[in-house]
């Protein structure tokens, strides 16, 4: 844990990977080149929204959502903390290494709206930074 990181300890926590429904925000788009590209500010849903970015079909691979974390009311919490971090910055498969293809520069990370409540950030700081961008979901919540 980086002291940047422990600062936001003990705060309610945003997950940076949630589904596509009302009241949750648009973080980010995925780009064709596979990264997802942030937005300044997140974009909230309302119903008319949400319905129209599902009824277009895998909302949650084309966009990332934001949503409050529910820790051990999600299939991904470990008791501990999120499981979907650390299964890529722990056991990364080797084609999403992000070290290994240069994805970020050391220092250097993504320009986030959500990194002072983020989940992953409280968790594992600016390594999980460094590894977002990759990062699809595919029905909210796991890696892929
Ligand atoms: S891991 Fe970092 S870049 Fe990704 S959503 Fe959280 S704060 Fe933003």
């Not at 997950?15 to 973080?27: L, Q, T, W």
């Not at 968790?123 to 029905?139: E, H, L, M, N, Y």
């Amino acid at each position: 844990m980086t002291t940047a990181a422990a600062d936001y300890q003990g705060r309610d926590r945003a997950c940076p990977s949630g589904v596509c429904h009302e009241g949750g925000s648009i973080i980010g788009v995925m780009t064709e080149q596979g990264r997802l590209a942030y937005l300044p500010t997140p974009v909230v849903l309302d119903t008319a929204f949400a319905s129209r970015l599902q009824d277009a079909g895998e909302p949650e691979r084309r966009y990332r959502f934001s949503q409050p974390c529910i820790e051990s009311a999600c299939s991904q919490w470990t008791g501990e903390g999120c499981g979907v971090i650390d299964h890529v910055l722990d056991d990364p498969p080797g084609s999403e290494c992000a070290h290994h293809h240069g994805l970020t520069r050391p220092g250097v990370l993504p320009s986030c709206a959500i990194r002072r409540d983020c989940r992953w950030f409280s968790q594992r700081g600016p390594a999980a930074c460094r590894v977002c961008p990759t990062i699809v979901a595919d029905t909210g919540g796991s890696a892929t």
